[in-house]
C-alpha cells in the first residue's frame, strides 16, 4: 500500500499509526485529526506521520482510509470526502456498531466507492494518543464484515493489511 490515511487519532488510531508505521505497510501514513488537543499530543510524542490540515488533502493521496473517530462523526466525515475521493480508495473503520455503520454508508456514501466494515477486537480505559500502543492489537481477533456488493479483490487487501500489522492476529470474515 502506497499511503494510508487515518481520521481520528485517539487511543485505536494512535496505535494503528504506530504499528503501520513499525511494520512499514505505508510508504506514506496522513492523519486527520480534528482536536487541537490531539494534535499537540501528537507532535510532542513525535508520533509518525504527516498531519493534514484537510481531509481532501488526506484523501485525495490515499489508497487505504481508516476512520477511527467516534461513529458520530461518519455521516459529517463522508459527506465532506464524497467530493474528492478517488474510486480506487479503499474504506474501513475500527468501530463496533455494525449496523448504524451500515445504514450511514449506505445512505451518504457516494455509490462506486469501497468500504469495508472491520472490527479489530481492542481498546482499553483510557483514550488519547498518549496512551497508544504499539502491540495495541497483538493477539487479539480482527473481524471483516463481508457485505454484498463487495469486491473479493477488496476483501484480500485488507485481509492483508490487518494481518501484516497483527501478524499474531487472526481475521475472520462475517
Known sequence: MKNILIIGCGLLGSSL???ISKKKIAKKIFIYEKSKSNIAKIKRLKLPGTIVK??????????LIIFCTPMSE?????LKINKFIPSKTLITE????????????NKFLKKGIHWIQSHP??????SGPE???ENMFTDRW??????????KNNINILTKFWKKNWSKSSCDER
Open 17 to 19: 499509526l504506530r504499528r
Open 54 to 63: 484537510s481531509l481532501k488533502e488526506g484523501t485525495s493521496n490515499s489508497d
Open 74 to 78: 461518519y455521516k459529517n466525515i463522508i
Open 94 to 105: 475500527i468501530g463496533s456498531s455494525k449496523i448504524e455503520t451500515s445504514k450511514i454508508i
Open 121 to 126: 477486537i481492542a481498546g482499553s480505559e483510557v
Open 131 to 133: 496512551h497508544g500502543k
Open 142 to 151: 480482527c473481524i471483516i464484515i463481508k457485505e454484498k456488493n463487495i469486491k
